[in-house]
């Protein structure tokens, strides 16, 4: 589903280069629950934003679906995030002055649902995530884990087939924090392939693949099939 | 439709979310747009073709007969005497023409003779004055000749004042002390600028209340109260009115309409061949000084020009371009506060032109915010420069066609202001503006 062949990227200032990623290749298969771990600036983040098509590299390929993203226009890239791609950020990212509803209704807004299918998506995802009956509120009228689950519903409202969570429980504490890991587990045993950076060994070890990234080189530990074979599979 | 609605909704809950940056913002482009459609309102109705359909066919012919010898004197005077107006009404070229003066008076119902005479302006011309400036009959008709006498036509809002109705044809008015038959009612019609009068500065002027036949105004030895020039040393009153047809008097206004080329440069012959043939009767001792001025370009011929208003509108367009600047300036801090929602947005799967589309409904609010504002601000501007040149009070209306040309304008501001900031916040890197 996920291929990454060689991929680098280097942050350049005037002075310096920061090489974030380098030489990274990646197979992730469709249903997949993989954590990202390491340290920080060990370019966690910047493989998550490359694989939701939020940054772009600068050498080796990326492939959703055996289709390259490379040379993508705006309106494509966005049409393959709005259509394919969940976010889940760890300050949720809500807008505070949206109620509930209409804060899962944007990327449906976006996708170009009608009125009455946008709110059939928001009621299913409202109650999977438990929140049906605040749909109305504004977020800072909840907690951050319901703050958060209203965005892991607003990632899935979409029905994307990749949900890329940075960080999800970061700003949780552990109570909160494992109710939202169940959240995600429910939702990858539907199918939905999850990528997810985290600091956490548990939540790490509770996915079924640890990749570890260390200074911009990818260290696959677990369930790691060399993308050659994979190729040749 | 529904993403039009939703666009605008946003657009009105992003006032709520920053009430005083953007007032600020929308309070500075109303202020320059605001200054900017006073001077323009002005400067529109100051340099507007009035008769778009005919002014090229509009001439004013002026000779440089003065009985006075002077070598130097090459610049022909302004007015006419009643001699010249003869003269050059001789011709048979033009297709309409009409000599004419302003004066003033006071006119009251006959009948009423407890009631003050009321002071009306008056305009002393003949028949075809109402051909060649379209001037629209509500009732009756203008004079059967240019040898009317004692018939007065009456503007409709004199006819209000004086009958409390329109429909007077046939009634009688007292103006000074000779009695009037009213043979027409004007409909409703302003001239601006009124180009006609511009040798007397009274471009933005309003249009007489009555209107009387040349003729009878030299039967009474009726003065223009704007422009009189003599060149006899006698006293001037008791001389004009015995001698007002006769004399040496400059008082009057001519117009021709010459609909083709082949007619101007007839009727330049004309004036060639009758300068030549007065000056072999010795009544054209100065050099020869004929014009023919087109309407449209008889501002500048009579250096009637207001100049205080052209650099109003200099200065308001500067004070325009200080404005947007500014207004950009606090625009750019409200989309950049904004820059975070922006990336959001995209990563939802919002394109750029997607976004656009939301700062295009942004700024159409703002568009009809500052409209509203520009143009009380307008209105105010106005009334204060109505007052430091009263000259300009007529020409404080908008038409319909100026009306959209403001909304036109306030939304290319509002646009220009927004512009680069919505560049700026939209098109910033994603990756930064979320985690």
Redesign the interface.
Known sequence: MITLTHLSKIFRTELIETHALRDVNLQVNEGEFAALTGPSGSGK??LL?IL?T??GFDSGDYLLDGKSVKGLS??AL??L???KIG?I???F?L?K?FSIFDNIE??L???GL??AARKQRIEQALELVGLHARRDYLPGQLSGGQQQRVAIA?AIA?EPRILLA?EPTGNLDSLMARQVMELLEQINQRGCTILMVTHDPDQARRAGRHIQIIDGQLHDSTLYQPLAAVQGA | MDNLLHAFALALRNIKRAPVPYMLTVLILSLGLGMFFSNATLYYWLNHDPLPHKSQTLFYPQINATLQPCDSCTEPLRALSYQDVQKLSSSGIPSAQAAMFQSAGYARLPENTQQSPTPVALRITQRDFFTLFDVPFLHGDRWADNSARRELILSKASAERFFGRTNVVGEALQLGNELYTITGVLDTWTMLPRLYDVANGLNSAQSADIYLPWETAYDLGIKSNTTTMSRDSRNYSENFAVNGREGDFFQAQFWVQLDTADQVSAYQQFMQQLVQSEKEAGRHPRPEGNRLTNILDITEHFNARNRQLDAFALVSLLFLLVCLFNASHLSLNRYLASQYEFGLRRALGASRGRLQQLILADVTVNAFIALLLSLTVAMVAMALINHLLPATRNLTSWSPAMLVAMAATALAASYIVSLYPAIRASFGSLNRQLK
């Open positions: 983040s910047t934003n939701g939020l940054e705006d309106s966005s049409k995030r709005n259509e976010f950020f760890q300050s990212n807008i002055d944007l990327p807004r976006y996708r009608k009125a607003r979409g940075d």
